[in-house]
């Protein structure tokens, strides 16, 4: 049996121990995510799930890869033996590096003002309020800027987002794909046609000093080689690359 657990026990806590990923704090902070577990009482193995990533500890477990969400999931094993089982159960998946950012970075703050003066006329920056989420939702390039929220009301609460729009239309953004209690994960991306004008670095540069004006960390991980690239501009240093997998459906029994 999976279950989903509503209280997390410092048992739950120690499986996910030495892991430095904001998306598994949201879970266990309980902001926003779901943990699953192969037992209430003793748990060996777990999960934790928010936005579209899987996090997989503990004693590999055949049976909780296998209760994979909905739709496309990111599987993200601790280790080499949780990798060999996804790809047992899921031989379709597509296996991806995927790039880690520390986050212990001091920014400079003037660098990053600079970098948000940059922004070209006839261009507007704007935070993301009621009616900008509802816009985000419209087209693909910026719906995971709040689609992993529970709702409008939650992403105004725990949410935190910048918009580019030009003539009323959102061309770029960075936004917090998740929340933790210190800070969030960024989200970011601009309309192909938009591309090479820095948009988005002006968007995460304002984003960034939003967060710190909070005392929020703005935390950053990266799909590619290019993200790393835009983190580096931005202050961040690299700090490993470790393996993921992308995996749409189908289960191999």
Request: proline share 4%; with cysteine; aromatic share 12%.
């Amino acid at each position: 049996m999976i279950y989903e657990i509503a209280d997390i026990t410092e048992k739950i806590k120690s499986l996910f121990e030495g892991w430095d990923e904001t998306l598994v704090y949201s879970c266990l902070q309980q902001v926003m995510g779901k943990i699953f577990v192969d037992d209430k009482n003793d748990p060996k193995s777990a999960y934790a799930y928010v936005g579209c990533f899987a996090f997989y500890v503990g004693v590999p477990n055949k049976e909780l890869v296998l209760n994979k969400p909905e739709g496309f999931v990111i599987m993200i094993p601790i280790n080499e033996e949780w990798g060999k089982l996804i790809e047992d159960c899921f031989p379709d998946a597509k296996k991806v590096t995927r790039y880690a950012i520390r986050k212990d970075t001091v920014f400079n703050k003037e660098l990053l003002q600079d970098t948000v003066n940059m922004l070209p006329d006839g261009y507007e920056l704007k935070r993301i309020n009621g009616s900008l989420y509802d816009l985000c939702l419209e087209d693909p390039v910026t719906e995971d800027f709040v689609s992993s929220f529970e709702s409008k009301e939650d992403y105004i609460d725990k949410g935190r987002g910048i918009v580019i729009l030009k003539d009323g239309k959102i061309v770029a953004g960075a936004s917090s794909y998740t929340r933790y209690n210190e800070g969030i994960e960024i989200e970011v991306d601009t309309r192909p046609e938009e591309r090479r004008k820095h948009l988005a670095m002006i968007a995460c540069s304002k984003l960034i000093l939003n967060c710190l004006e909070e005392g929020l960390y703005p935390s950053w991980d990266a799909q590619n080689t290019n993200s790393v690239k835009l983190a580096e501009k931005l202050g961040y240093q690299f700090a490993r690359e470790y393996v993921a997998y992308e995996v749409s459906g189908g289960i191999d029994v």
